[in-house]
Structures are given as C-alpha cells and as structure tokens.
T-cell receptor
Framework: EPEVTQTPSHQVTQMGQEVILRCVPISNHLYFYWYRQILGQKVEFLVSFYNNEISEKSEIFDDQFSVERPDGSNFTLKIRSTKLEDSAMYFC???????????????FGPGTRLTVL | GENVEQHPSTLSVQEGDSAVIKCTYSDSASNYFPWYKQELGKRPQLIIDIRSNVGEKKDQRIAVTLNKTAKHFSLHITETQPEDSAVYFCAAPWGKTGGGADGLTFGKGTHLIIQP
C-alpha cells in the first residue's frame, strides 16, 4: 500500500539555522499539507498546498516558513531561521480529492523530529 | 477558525468494555469529522470519519455519532482490546474551502488505556 514518506526522521540544528524537511506524498494525490506536533500536544495545521500554490495557512505559518514542490514527487517545508520553539515533530500529509468540495482522507507521513538547540 | 474541544484527556477501561470519547466544535458550517489513532512514536492514522449528512457511521467495533444541532461528535469503541491502547484525536476542517484544500483542526487527544 502506498505511503507518504519523510526525510530525515530526525534533524538536529542550531538556533538561527535554516532547515529543509522533505516529503514524498502518495503519487496520485493532489493536496499536500504540513502539520506540527509539539511533544505531548495536539497536531497543529500549518499549511495546505494545491496546484503549486498555497491554499491555506495558519497563523503559525509565518514568514519564517515556506513550502515548495520542486519536482513531481517532493514537497518541502523550509524554516529560514529556526527558533527553540520550532522544536516539534513535523508531519507531511497528502490527500486525493475525488469530488470538488468533498473531504477525503489525509494520509500522514511518519514525521520528522526537529530539535533546535 | 474552527475550535475543537476533546474529552477526556485520559480514559482507562477494562479489556472488553466500551470506550467513548467526545468532541465539540465551534463552526456550525463544518461538515467533515475524522478520528485519528496515534500509537506511540507513530504517524496519525485515520480510523473512521463522518460527514454531516449522516448521524452515525459504524465500522466493526468502531462507531462515530454526530449531533449537528449540539455541535458534538463522539467515538465509540466496543469490546476493547489491548491493541486499542493509543492516543485518539478528533478533528474538523480548519478552513472554509469545503474540500481538499482545508487543513484539519485537531482536538488535544485522548490517551486510551486498555487494562488487561
């Protein structure tokens, strides 16, 4: 069964450094998302992406964040200048919309644990 | 945006008993309510979802009920088994596009513990 994959599984970085988290969504999916989960807390929506542009973004997704689909398979999240509070598990997800205006299952990747020192 | 409240935060039940987890939402226009199960260190996985045109949906030991008037929905697990132990999250659409572009707003999660 196809799965969303993410790399790396764990990223350690120094405060102020840039990081890029990578995701390969399921191949026929059209919608892509990033979420984060601070340890022991709920999953929080960051951004959704469709047709090579951002569809929605939450207040967490400020100017330090950007997303890109550089080729036909990868979907990346870049954090320009990491802060201590960016430490979290970052999940990528994807979904395949069958009908306009209908929700479909979002499939999550295994996550990248980001640790900012 | 949507606000989702989830209770209880921890639920301990004896193996074989039923478990019920409840969520409320704030936006009366929301029309899709998924439930995700997350085992320790693993990715969230969808276990069941319900759309606003039905009041109940069942899948073997799992059922979800929806009360649109009261803006709450519940997860019911019957005949609980040790492998049901996990954190369960309810969710609702974050935005208002009405489709795939919407992210999800999650509840804070319920840690379900199945006692042998």
């Amino acid at each position: 069964e196809p799965e969303v994959t993410q790399t790396p599984s764990h990223q350690v970085t120094q405060m102020g450094q840039e990081v890029i988290l990578r995701c390969v969504p399921i191949s026929n999916h059209l919608y892509f998302y990033w979420y984060r989960q601070i340890l022991g807390q709920k999953v929080e929506f960051l951004v959704s992406f469709y047709n090579n542009e951002i569809s929605e973004k939450s207040e967490i997704f400020d100017d330090q964040f950007s997303v890109e689909r550089p080729d036909g398979s990868n979907f990346t999240l870049k954090i320009r200048s990491t802060k201590l509070e960016d430490s979290a598990m970052y999940f990528c997800a994807s979904s395949f919309q069958i009908h306009s205006g209908q929700y479909n299952e979002q499939f999550f990747g295994p996550g990248t644990r980001l640790t900012v020192l | 945006g949507e606000n989702v409240e989830q209770h209880p935060s921890t639920l301990s039940v004896q193996e074989g008993d039923s478990a019920v987890i409840k969520c409320t939402y704030s936006d009366s226009a929301s029309n899709y309510f998924p439930w995700y199960k997350q085992e320790l260190g693993k990715r969230p996985q969808l276990i069941i979802d319900i759309r606003s045109n039905v009041g109940e949906k069942k899948d073997q030991r799992i059922a979800v009920t929806l009360n649109k008037t009261a803006k709450h929905f519940s997860l019911h697990i019957t005949e609980t088994q040790p492998e049901d132990s996990a954190v369960y999250f309810c969710a609702a659409p974050w935005g208002k596009t009405g489709g795939g572009a919407d992210g999800l707003t999650f509840g804070k999660g319920t840690h379900l513990i199945i006692q042998p």
